[in-house]
């Protein structure tokens, strides 16, 4: 077996030659074992052309077999740099130690592959001058993300001690956060939703509450306005599992509004000719805002919460359904 995470293989080929007791395993499933990698990055390599078995293409669904000779090569992997970027941001909070910025949606957090820059770590680079991380860190004073197209409230780290004590009350669960989001259909006035939640059985960039190795999940919820087919609800999530709330809510047949993932296939289909429009003119991704963090400071210890007003998109429906609730 041999890392590749290091990058020490990057731009180098290889060759494995099967053996009978990974007969019949899939080729994604062989190439993650063997190459100690995510099944994800080992699917991708197939995808990409970058693996052959028996001199020829297949899929990353393919069965191996004992003695096929799967060919490979792993592509050079350029390091990728956090630069400052003159970027807006939407400053709630600032003192030396943190920031809580209003995210707003079609932000990705922090540099990745294919998102190398414009990322609210860029413009934090830019906008505080006095962040302490090394230059090459990708994730300087992240301490919990948003999805790119979720916007709203999220804290900032300016240095270490910060970002530790900061993350331990992550840990701790002793931080609050609350959701604002629109959803299909009208939930109960109050619930809790209590189902696990990993990575979906089939689809494996999706999470699902059907997963066979799901981790606990907590979300309660208050109906806070419902407008004929949509509602808007608030979720308070005691745990903090990837895509928690979308995949509950879609769990409980109400998925949110504008979910290309988790929603319904024909979303159009589930509204009235009036909610239609609107979903129409204002909904470009999914609708969820982070509204309210609260926590206590990393460095004084002093109590503090915060709100983080909707951006335009949400802020327009709501109010054009209001306008409509009079004929409802």
């Given at each position: 077996m041999v890392n590749i995470d290091t990058g020490a293989l990057s731009g180098r080929e290889f060759e494995l030659i099967v053996s009978e007791k990974d007969s019949k395993k899939r080729l994604d499933v062989f190439?993650?074992?063997?190459?100690?990698c995510s099944r994800n990055f080992a699917s991708n390599l197939v995808l990409e052309k970058n693996i052959i078995v028996n001199n020829k293409d297949v899929k990353p669904s393919y069965k191996v077999k004992s003695e096929d000779k799967v060919c490979g090569r792993i592509p050079e992997v350029r390091p990728i740099y956090a630069e400052p970027e003159k970027i807006s941001l939407n400053i709630i909070f600032e003192d030396e130690h943190i920031a809580v910025i209003n995210k707003p949606p079609g932000m990705v957090v922090h540099p990745s592959p294919g998102h190398s820059g414009n990322t609210l770590v860029n413009a934090l680079l830019y906008h505080f001058e006095n962040v302490d991380f090394p230059k090459d860190s990708l994730r300087p004073g992240i301490?919990?993300?948003?999805?790119?197209?979720t916007s709203g409230a999220i804290?900032?780290?300016?240095?270490?001690r910060a970002l530790e004590r900061l993350g331990q009350s992550f840990k701790e669960r002793t931080v609050n956060k609350k959701y604002l989001a629109f959803v299909h259909g009208v939930p109960a006035a109050k619930g809790i939703i209590e189902k696990p939640?990993?990575?979906?059985?089939?689809?494996?960039?999706?999470?699902s509450v059907n997963s066979k190795n799901g981790r606990y999940a907590l979300t309660y919820f208050n109906l806070v306005r419902s407008f004929?087919?949509?509602?808007?609800?608030?979720a308070d999530i005691k745990t903090g599992r990837t895509h928690q709330i979308r995949v509950h809510f879609s769990s409980e047949g109400f998925p949110?509004?504008?979910?290309?993932i988790y929603g319904f296939k024909h979303p159009m289909k589930h509204l009235g000719d009036k909610t239609r429009v609107v979903v129409k003119k204002y909904v470009k991704r999914q609708m969820?805002?982070?509204a309210y963090i609260s926590f206590l400071h990393p460095i004084t210890g002093e109590a503090l919460e915060f709100e983080a007003p909707?951006?335009?998109?949400?802020?327009?429906?709501?109010?054009?359904l209001e306008r409509l609730q009079e004929v409802f």
């Open positions: 190439l993650s074992a063997h190459l100690d301490v919990h993300r948003l999805d790119k197209d804290v900032i780290a300016k240095n270490p939640v990993g990575r979906h059985l089939t689809e494996r960039k999706k999470m004929e087919d949509i509602s808007l609800v608030e949110l509004i504008g979910d290309e969820l805002h982070s909707f951006f335009d998109d949400m802020k327009s429906m709501l109010y054009e």
